[in-house]
């Protein structure tokens, strides 16, 4: 059973690991920066998804390469972490949530493995409920607030979101909004990969905090979360037990990569 860390905006290391070694895997679809180490007794292979020093902004995230790469690696399990805005008044800015469903808005990113053949995936709990629980016992273990449930909302970026689309998303149902949960669920999905994400809540989106949105502000809630994400999931890591079965784990035909 392999495990892989998608680290976000503020773990774009994780210092954490013991014994940590770079590799880069070349994929159909290029490059993957990819790190193997121990976390929590355990190999773990760890992700930065904005690559080395987040160079990359969220609409130049090679997303296929990244989730063919971990494919290739042999990962099944993926727990993946994003900050993310609040959209409603009850989910408190240095809040964690657990998304279990999504709104996609990005325009111009490859939203698939599958170009040159019909392939349709369900997509109706696209969060694996297996995963998402595991994170939601391992914080109340270590007695961490996390919000079990909500919609993600995935903007193109690398602009934050105007006061009007913000009201939009939220009528619309949405409880926090990021740049870069989508389409690395549906990759991870159409790659037969259990996969749930760790929303780390930075801020009120626009029109809804004081003051207007900085990147600054992400980076300071960031630093004050971050202990308490590789908390949560070295715990969920140090508890996950194989799956006997899983609809994830056949959702689409096998990638050859």
């Not at 895997?25 to 930065?48: H, I, M, N, Q």
């Not at 296929?64 to 959209?87: D, F, P, Q």
């Not at 970026?157 to 549906?186: C, D, N």
């Amino acid at each position: 059973m392999s495990v892989a860390i998608i680290g976000g905006t503020g773990l774009e290391d994780l210092r954490e690991f013991a014994r940590a070694a770079r590799e880069v895997v070349s994929t159909p679809f290029g490059d993957a920066l990819v790190y193997r180490g121990t976390l929590a007794g355990r190999e773990v292979f760890f992700l930065p998804r904005h690559g080395p020093g987040h160079a990359l902004p969220p609409h130049r995230i090679n997303y296929r390469a990244n989730i063919a790469a971990l494919c290739k690696l042999g990962v099944r399990e993926v727990l993946a972490t994003a900050a993310a805005g609040s959209l409603v008044a009850e989910v408190k800015p240095n809040t964690l949530l657990l998304p279990d469903q999504f709104l996609d808005f990005t325009r111009q990113r490859p939203q698939t493995f599958w170009d040159n053949r019909v392939v349709h995936i369900d997509l109706s709990e696209p969060y694996c409920p297996r995963l998402r629980g595991l994170l939601a016992d391992a914080a109340r273990r270590v007695a961490l607030p996390c919000r079990e449930g909500g919609t993600y909302v995935c903007v193109e970026g690398p602009r934050f979101e105007s006061s009007a689309e913000v009201k939009m998303f939220a009528r619309l149902g949405g409880h926090v909004v990021g740049m870069t949960g989508l389409p690395e669920l549906v990759l991870a999905r159409e790659a037969n990969m259990c996969y749930a994400a760790l929303c780390l809540v930075t801020n009120f989106a626009a029109g809804l905090g004081e003051g207007p949105v900085s990147h600054d502000e992400v980076l300071q809630a960031m630093a004050e979360l971050r202990e308490k994400a590789v908390c949560l999931l070295a715990e969920a890591i140090g508890n996950l037990k194989p799956a006997a079965d899983c609809p994830c784990r056949r959702a689409a035909p096998q990638l050859e990569l």
